[in-house]
Antibody, heavy 122, light 106 residues
Framework: EVQLVESGGGLVRPGGSLRLSCVGSESNFNSYWMSWVRQAPGKEPEWVAN????????NYLDSAKGRFTVSRDNAKNSVYLVMNSLRAGDTGIYYC???????????????WGQGTVVTVSS | AVQLTQSPSSLSTPVGARVTLTCRAGQDIRSAVAWYQQRPGKVPDLLIYDASTLQSGVPSRFSGRGYGTEFTLTISSLQPEDVGTYYCQQFNNFPFTFGPGTKVDI
């Protein structure tokens, strides 16, 4: 069973920055698209960004474009999310997820970490 | 962004009942729909993808169907462990979007 472990969340003031990290347990980590999905309290999940298995393609939620950057290091089985210019609306649990299938086309999220909490507040 | 609506927003049904949840998309998304179950205090679990493909390990009482703009998730015989909120998600267009959810109770 795939295990994903996130870290890096915390309390940050509006306008501040955070770097989230996610480490995966499987040996074929480099075969899958990876995503970050967040969930505000009492709300539905919200897809934030994803990155292709080899890092060659990245996509972002409109409100994240220009502020967030997703990257990965397959040698370390890790994916990252650097978040700048944080706003109150970015508050939530941030989950690292792995796609359900191997391949060049991104898809739904089969494996989820336990999440890391980001709170943006003054 | 593709908007998803779900109905009903909540329901309460006896154990053993057949339950059908609906997800509608604001535009044609072919069969690029997934369904997730989120039990209270837990992480979402993938149940179905490609509108009708059952994820490995998911009980066969769950089934999905639909194409284009209308999709359904059916639980053939509701069990106590099925309590939670069910979300649909489209992955045909970026940004991927989730529906607002249907809360299922017994």
């Amino acid at each position: 069973e795939v295990q994903l472990v996130e870290s890096g969340g915390g309390l940050v003031r509006p306008g501040g920055s955070l770097r989230l990290s996610c480490v995966g347990s499987e040996s074929n980590f480099n075969s899958y698209w990876m995503s970050w999905v967040r969930q505000a309290p009492g709300k539905e999940p919200e897809w934030v960004a994803n990155i292709a298995h080899d890092g060659s393609d990245r996509n972002y939620l409109d409100s994240a474009k220009g502020r967030f950057t997703v990257s990965r290091d397959n040698a370390k089985n890790s994916v990252y999310l650097v978040m700048n210019s944080l706003r109150a609306g970015d508050t939530g649990i941030y989950y690292c997820t792995r796609d359900v299938w191997v391949g060049v086309i991104p898809g739904p999220h089969e494996s989820w970490g336990q999440g890391t909490v980001v709170t943006v507040s003054s | 962004a593709v908007q998803l609506t779900q109905s009903p927003s909540s329901l309460s049904t006896p154990v053993g009942a057949r339950v059908t949840l609906t997800c509608r998309a604001g535009q044609d998304i072919r069969s690029a729909v997934a369904w997730y179950q989120q039990r209270p205090g837990k992480v979402p679990d993938l149940l179905i993808y490609d509108a009708s493909t059952l994820q490995s390990g998911v009980p066969s009482r769950f089934s999905g169907r639909g194409y284009g703009t209308e999709f359904t998730l059916t639980i053939s015989s509701l069990q106590p462990e099925d309590v939670g909120t069910y979300y649909c998600q489209q992955f045909n267009n970026f940004p991927f979007t989730f529906g607002p959810g249907t809360k299922v109770d017994i």
